[in-house]
């Protein structure tokens, strides 16, 4: 599913129409995207939990020659299941 299914079965499910649709969904990723930017956690409960995690700098190594690189440290988005979700999938 991509961003434009996901918009059509918005509206689909509760009866907006696409461009509404299309709105709210920019509006959640938005806000989603700037709490984690801000450090928060975004928590929804029956859903899972996005979080920031602080990856370390690294070394690594170029897998054409093998030479290596140093990985900068860096900010990464972590998504955990909740358990509503997990059980929705696995039924």
């Known amino acids: ?3 434009n ?3 059509a079965a918005v509206a689909l499910n509760t009866g907006l129409s696409k461009a509404d649709a ?3 969904v920019d509006g959640v990723f938005s806000t989603v ?3 984690l930017q801000q450090g928060e956690d975004v ?3 029956g859903f899972g939990t996005f979080s920031v995690v602080n990856r370390k700098a690294s070394m ?3 897998p054409r020659t093998g030479e290596p690189i140093h990985i900068p440290a860096s900010r990464q988005p972590k998504f955990k299941a909740g358990k509503g979700l997990k059980q929705s999938v696995n039924s």
């Open 22 to 24: 299309a709105k709210a």
């Open 60 to 62: 690594g190594r170029n």
């Open 5 to 7: 299914d996901l918009v």
């Open 43 to 45: 928590r929804l409960v």
């Open 1 to 3: 599913m991509n961003k």
């Open 33 to 35: 995207s700037g709490a």
